[in-house]
């Protein structure tokens, strides 16, 4: 079974903090996603990575930044937080589009952030 | 860009057949998921459809109409843990990772 974890369950920090979102998957999947999820908005991609160093802007990418250091963590930072991203945040992983055309994106269990 | 539509809310008894819509507009079509979300919980995925047609999965089974852009989800004998919010997302594209998410359909069963 794919496993994705975030090493945070709730987590609440003060504005203009940086902060860091760790997540972990242990299936050696190329491609890692964030997302973040809020009522009447629904699910929206921050930003992915289909590789080792390698990173896109997704929809929302204004005011965070991504590392992908090592193929099986993908972290999310907050460069200075601000009271408009408290949100629900949710990593997810997936095999490469070539390898496996049906294979869909697994999510960890979240992180809800709150910014005081 | 992409335009997804679902209901909002639908309720529907236990023991009943419930069909959830998505309507979708993509420029150049990859695949369709389905994905169940119970509150407070990450989404799972439920089905996948790249051709027309249905597929199916036991409970669930997933339809798809690629000219119509157009999908359902139908869920057969519901059980009240069904309860939950269901997302249609298409890939944005050929050759595309990415998912685009519709906002979801929250489903009530009731006794």
């Known amino acids: 079974d794919v496993k994705v974890t975030q090493s945070s369950r709730y987590l609440v920090k003060r504005t203009g903090e940086k902060v860091f979102l760790e997540c972990v998957q242990d299936m050696d999947h190329e491609n890692m996603f964030w997302y973040r999820q809020d009522p009447g908005l629904g699910l929206r991609l921050i930003y992915f990575?289909?590789?080792?160093?390698?990173?896109e802007k997704g929809d929302i990418p204004e005011g965070y930044s991504v590392s992908r250091e090592k193929k099986e963590r993908f972290s999310l930072i907050l460069e200075s937080a601000s009271t408009n991203q408290t949100s629900m945040y949710l990593c997810a992983s997936s095999l490469g589009l070539g390898q496996a055309h049906n294979q869909p994106q697994h999510f960890g269990d979240g992180t809800r952030l709150s910014i005081l | 860009g992409q335009n997804i539509d679902q209901p909002t809310e639908m309720t529907a008894t236990e023991g009943a057949i419930v069909q959830i819509n998505c309507t979708y507009q993509t420029s150049g079509f990859n695949g369709l998921f389905w994905y169940q979300q119970h509150a407070g919980e990450a989404p799972t995925f439920l089905s996948y459809n790249v051709l027309d047609g249905l597929e199916e999965k036991g409970r669930f089974s997933s339809f798809l109409s690629r000219s119509k852009g157009y999908s359902y989800l139908l869920l057969k004998e519901l059980q009240m843990k069904d309860s939950a919010s269901y997302l249609c997302?298409?890939?944005?594209?050929?050759?595309?990772?990415?998912?685009?998410f519709g906002k979801g359909t929250k489903l009530s069963v009731i006794p």
């Open positions: 990575s289909y590789d080792v160093k390698m990173k």
């Open positions: 997302a298409p890939r944005k594209g050929a050759g595309s990772y990415q998912l685009t």
